[in-house]
């Protein structure tokens, strides 16, 4: 069987980095915006390929910087599409750019998030999103997508913004997180997935 397409429109994701623990819901940089990246050098490229690596390493499709404990308005993702091929990217500083009026659809599937491990409810997101921002090469970026990349690039520039997915869902949605987290604590322990 044949591996599915990758889509590197700015190039490849950067290997090489160290996996990091990650951080959780209720950590003061989870919840407030980050601040913008302004330097684009070895630091930012250490910390991209460490993100990438700590997001391999936890079997997620996005991972931003605040998800490690590092406040900026970073975030890395390799998403699939619904036809299964992958879109890869790097991207500082975003700004979303949502569909409005009658091209608005929102799309109800379950979500996640690697810092609250082993919880997913449902979360109604806009079916399309549009992310601009700047590489970690300082170049502008911009990545389209629909379906499950949609909700990634949505899910990730939230948490740039210090706003985490449990924000979203009513307060019995939740409940019903904080309980599945809970019962699957054991199985992420508190320097998973280092």
């Known amino acids: ?13 950067p290997t090489g980095g160290a996996v990091h623990p990650m951080t959780r819901w209720g950590t003061p940089v989870m919840h407030r915006a980050q601040r913008k990246v302004t330097a684009y050098d070895d630091e930012l490229r ?4 460490d993100m990438v690596a700590t997001m ?3 079997d997620g499709v996005g991972l931003a910087a605040c998800q490690i404990g590092v406040d900026l308005a970073v975030f890395v993702f390799d998403c699939p599409d619904e ?8 991207v500082c500083n975003p700004e979303l750019t949502l569909p409005e009026g009658k091209d608005r659809q929102l799309e109800e599937a379950d979500e996640g ?3 609250y ?15 601009h921002g700047v590489g970690a090469d300082g170049e502008p970026v911009e990545y389209t997508g629909e379906g499950l990349l949609a909700r990634c690039l949505q899910h990730e520039t939230d948490h740039t913004l210090g706003t ?7 307060t019995k949605l939740r409940k019903k997180l904080q309980k599945q987290m809970e019962k699957s604590a054991e199985d992420y322990s508190a320097d998973w997935p280092a």
């Open 1 to 13: 069987m044949s591996e599915p397409p990758v889509n590197e429109p700015y190039g490849p994701l």
């Open 46 to 49: 250490t910390l991209v390929a």
């Open 56 to 58: 391999y390493a936890a």
């Open 83 to 90: 036809d299964g091929a992958r879109t890869v990217g790097v």
């Open 113 to 115: 998030c690697l810092s």
């Open 117 to 131: 491990p082993g919880s997913f409810v449902l979360c109604a997101r806009p079916d399309r999103a549009t992310v």
């Open 164 to 170: 985490v997915f449990g924000d979203r869902v009513p």
